[in-house]
């Protein structure tokens, strides 16, 4: 199936074009952005026009800021495409639902992604905590925002996330984890006086059945990078290390064969053609709720300025 | 039926217990507070024991402030008891989900009320615009908050919404309207640098047939105060004024004589009384979801000080 790719920065560069280059189903058949370009292909600068002249392309995949992204994926939806969308799926909730509404109008397929929750032993850490209760669980999340993020401006402008950009990767692979949905119930949010977004969280969930839930996210980590989710049951501890990459069980690292495709990036895109196949849709926006309900409900504490360079 | 109030506030003195007490669905048999009390009635200060004494009291209506509700709420619904919210419904949309969710496996009705929604004018406004099409909307909803928020320091505190409290009244009336769902683009939020939650705040929406929507709401209103909705459409002009208890249609101000029960408050107790008979639920989160948007979008800007006195 030819696809475009809107919106070519790093993300697109480090993980979209290797997935889709590498895949049989996909063949990358346009670009579109204002600034960076694909050798080899086809580039535009002007979305609409790429829409109206490119009908061989029934698919856009679209890797933008989520505050610009929702023009482009109405315009794609009502063009009749199928949309694919990076995460976050939108900078609110409400307009992430009208975009599932215009896929269904339109008789397209909408995927809001969530690249976590294809990281490699997610499935397996599901199906190991399937049936056992809850008694802790802890999102720890500390990432360098120099070095992963570099020069996004973006990121720290209202509607950028701030620290939730990375801290929602957690928070997906903690509502696919869980069987019963938790809420939060305290949060604060520590907010560079000169910017507009969070550079650390720290949030505490009600669990339904008591179980203690929280996450300290934090974007001032030097040295070892820490993205671990630590877990403990009724029946034995598990920890997700590296982001969902590696995975312990009662101090023992396990593994899992049962992978078929290698990286996060390749099993959204192999999901998103079962999904165009089967003419559905999947927009689970319960990561971004969690999101907007911390910025409701959370307290905002003001911390000293954050110079990147 | 029988009914149990809990929080006794202001709210529930000016228009809660009035509304009860004038009906002829309702018995107050029983009020929950920790320091407020209703002549004539029993008084508990521990929820719990009414629960569990009180089991000819099958229905709760819930008044305190959004942050400590959601465990009242849950505590009623798991004791199969009905349960009737104050808006906000709760301090996180998330909450409120669990909440419904509970009502259903309780089997029981939860009814997540917007009072503003049973002005007066609000459903002949609706009949009036349906099937127009909307050029223009603009909320102007400004009030004085040490007259209508006396010592209400919950209402600054994380979690309270601040001038959000009132605004979204006027958003759940917007929302009732307009056939067309609406989400936010962009946001500016003022708050106090001595308070968590804004004073003021600014909010431009999307239309999806390109109307012009947006809205000013602000606490710092002396003088005339202002609970406007003014609206333009391909076929006329339509004014709410006061909250929507008066409609200006053309310039004419209009009434409307389709109007069994007098007050909003009387309209939402005997809608509850429709719900439970139904066996039904109802809980729109709608306006809550808009103002989790807005603190999620919401750019912020520090006001001076807000010293109440």
């Known amino acids: 199936m030819n696809i475009a790719l809107v919106g070519?920065?790093?993300?697109?560069?480090?993980?979209?074009?290797?997935?889709?280059?590498?895949?049989?189903?996909?063949?990358?058949?346009?670009?579109?952005?204002r600034n960076g370009a694909v050798d080899g292909i086809e580039n535009y600068v002007d979305f609409h026009h790429m829409l109206e002249i490119r009908q061989d392309i029934r698919v856009v995949s679209l890797t933008m800021p989520p505050v610009p992204r929702f023009d482009f994926a109405m315009a794609a939806?009502?063009?009749g495409r199928h949309v694919m969308l990076e995460k976050p799926p939108g900078s609110t909730v409400s307009e992430c639902q009208?975009?599932?509404?215009?896929?269904?109008?339109?008789?397209v397929s909408i995927y809001a992604t969530w690249h976590?929750?294809?990281?490699?032993?997610?499935?397996?850490?599901?199906?190991?905590?399937?049936?056992?209760?809850?008694?802790?669980l802890a999102i720890i999340w500390k990432e360098d925002v120099r070095r992963w993020h570099p020069?996004?401006?973006?990121?720290?402008?209202?509607?950028?996330?701030?620290?939730?950009?990375?801290?929602?990767?957690?928070?997906?692979i903690m509502t696919e984890l869980l069987e019963d949905p938790v809420h939060l119930k305290s949060a604060t949010l520590d907010i560079p006086e000169n910017k507009d977004c969070p550079i650390a969280a720290h949030l505490r969930y009600v669990h339904p059945h008591g179980g203690d839930v929280h996450a300290e996210l934090?974007?001032?980590?030097?040295?070892?990078?820490?993205?671990?989710?630590?877990?403990?049951?009724?029946?034995?501890?598990?920890?997700?290390?590296?982001?969902?990459?590696?995975?312990?069980?009662?101090?023992?690292?396990?593994?899992?064969?049962?992978?078929?495709?290698?990286?996060?990036?390749?099993?959204?895109?192999?999901?998103?053609?079962?999904?165009?196949?089967?003419?559905?849709?999947e927009m689970d926006l319960t990561p971004l709720q969690h999101v907007a309900d911390a910025f409701l409900l959370g307290r905002r504490m003001t911390t000293e300025p954050f110079i990147e360079n």
Chains 1, 2 share one sequence.
Do not use: C
């Open 98 to 107: 009208a975009l599932l509404n215009a896929a269904h109008q339109n008789r």
């Open 8 to 33: 070519i920065g790093k993300i697109a560069r480090d993980q979209h074009i290797p997935a889709i280059n590498n895949s049989e189903t996909w063949s990358l058949a346009a670009a579109v952005s």
């Open 218 to 281: 934090d974007w001032r980590q030097t040295g070892d990078q820490i993205w671990t989710i630590e877990i403990e049951t009724d029946d034995g501890n598990l920890t997700l290390l590296d982001g969902g990459a590696r995975m312990v069980i009662n101090d023992v690292e396990t593994t899992s064969d049962d992978i078929l495709l290698n990286g996060e990036y390749p099993r959204l895109y192999a999901k998103f053609a079962e999904l165009i196949n089967g003419g559905q849709s």
């Open 116 to 136: 976590s929750r294809m990281a490699k032993m997610v499935p397996a850490a599901k199906d190991w905590l399937s049936g056992k209760k809850i008694k802790r």
């Open 151 to 172: 020069n996004q401006d973006w990121i720290w402008q209202a509607g950028g996330l701030g620290v939730f950009d990375p801290g929602i990767n957690a928070l997906s």
């Open 77 to 79: 939806l009502n063009a």
